[in-house]
């Protein structure tokens, strides 16, 4: 199966200037190829920001209910989470594999940054 693309688009007339900080309002969209290691890019300017602080789910479809993550602001990346069967530990969290199916999931995100 090939790799997962992703589309990242701004929700129109969403975006947010508070204080010193602009809040941006967009759609995570992947088809449904697989996971891809390491994450996937969502660059500050890909959203009209130059820097970007942190991304935070607020909605999504069915799809996206399967898949915790976080965005890594170090490599400007959305890395996705799973657990493996049986896991006790500290970290029962851990990247996806690379074999895993993203299944058409679409996420809205809350995202904070400055322009």
């Known amino acids: 199966m090939a790799n997962a693309v992703l ?3 701004k929700v129109a007339d969403q975006s947010m200037v508070e204080g010193a900080r602009d809040t941006v309002v967009a759609t995570l969209t992947f ?8 994450g996937f890019s969502v660059t500050p300017a ?4 130059r820097l970007t602080l942190g991304m935070l789910l607020v909605g ?3 799809a ?3 898949f915790p ?7 400007a990346k959305v890395k996705f989470l799973g657990t493996t069967a049986g896991t006790i530990g500290l970290a029962p969290f851990q990247e996806l ?16 940054g400055k322009r």
């Open 60 to 62: 999504g479809n069915t």
């Open 97 to 112: 594999a690379a074999t895993v199916a993203m299944a058409n999931a679409v996420f809205t995100v809350l995202i904070l």
């Open 64 to 66: 996206a209910l399967a």
């Open 31 to 38: 088809d449904n190829g697989t996971y891809v290691t390491g």
């Open 69 to 75: 993550f976080y965005y890594d602001t170090q490599a």
């Open 7 to 9: 589309t990242v688009a």
């Open 46 to 49: 890909s959203l009209g920001l």
